[in-house]
């Protein structure tokens, strides 16, 4: 594998499911980034990673629980989501944060419906 | 505050020339990106360019930085069939030490046979 995975690409759940997103980096980078892409919306970032600690949370709900074991993988856990989450999930890595190019490197996706 | 703007939509012929353009907000940004999403995949970075540079060229692409103003665009020559996807531009705050990128709504590039 190469560059930056997701799993699953799809997930459908209802709203009272608890679930898992995966994302694994084979870029030795410590950097490591969740966004949500929602359609007629820009990019909103939820939570950035360096060496495994989290250094920013962008007001995200609760019901969003990221967790980054090591530098190479980060979880976004989910529970008692909403509809209005449904989105894609968009996960990514850089370097880390003290280089001076930030440049990111975006994984495929999970593409989440919540009924 | 740090602002990235961009024309929703693009409609060309193929072969023609595309130019997407946009603007930022943050005068000290370092660098500036611009990414390519197809339908169903995440952001690919297709090139950057340094703030103190005012063009980069890449095969087809080509980038032009006017800092003064705070614009940047992202030319394609030949545009083919396969260069539709949405275009995003994004930029690197300088006053940011958090790896944060400020991405700009996109533009959707439609080519037309």
């Known amino acids: 594998e190469t560059g930056v995975t997701q799993t699953p690409r799809h997930l459908v759940m209802g709203m009272t499911n608890k679930k898992s997103l995966k994302c694994e980096q084979h870029l030795g980078h410590n950097a490591m980034y969740w966004y949500k892409q929602s359609a007629k919306k820009p990019l909103e970032l939820m939570f950035v990673y360096n060496f495994k600690e989290q250094t920013e949370n962008n007001s995200v709900p609760s019901r969003f629980s990221p967790e980054c074991p090591n530098s190479s993988h980060l979880f976004l856990h989910l529970h008692t989501l909403q509809p209005e989450d449904s989105a894609l999930y968009l996960c990514?890595?850089?370097?880390?944060?003290?280089?001076?190019?930030?440049?990111?490197?975006f994984g495929p996706g999970t593409r989440l419906t919540v009924l | 505050g740090e602002d990235v703007e961009q024309s929703l939509f693009l409609s060309v012929r193929e072969g023609d020339s595309s130019v997407i353009n946009c603007t930022y907000t943050d005068s000290s940004s370092t660098y500036l990106y611009w990414y390519k999403q197809e339908p169903g995949a995440g952001l690919q970075l297709l090139t950057y360019?340094?703030?103190?540079?005012d063009m980069k060229q890449d095969q087809r692409l080509t980038v032009l930085l006017n800092k003064k103003d705070k614009h940047l665009s992202l030319r394609i020559a030949d545009t083919q069939t396969g260069d539709s996807a949405i275009y995003f531009c994004a930029e690197s705050p300088g006053s940011s030490n958090t790896g944060k990128l400020i991405f700009g709504q996109g533009t959707t590039l439609q080519v037309k046979p």
């Open positions: 990514a890595s850089s370097q880390d944060l003290a280089a001076k190019r930030h440049e990111q490197f």
């Open positions: 360019i340094f703030s103190n540079m």
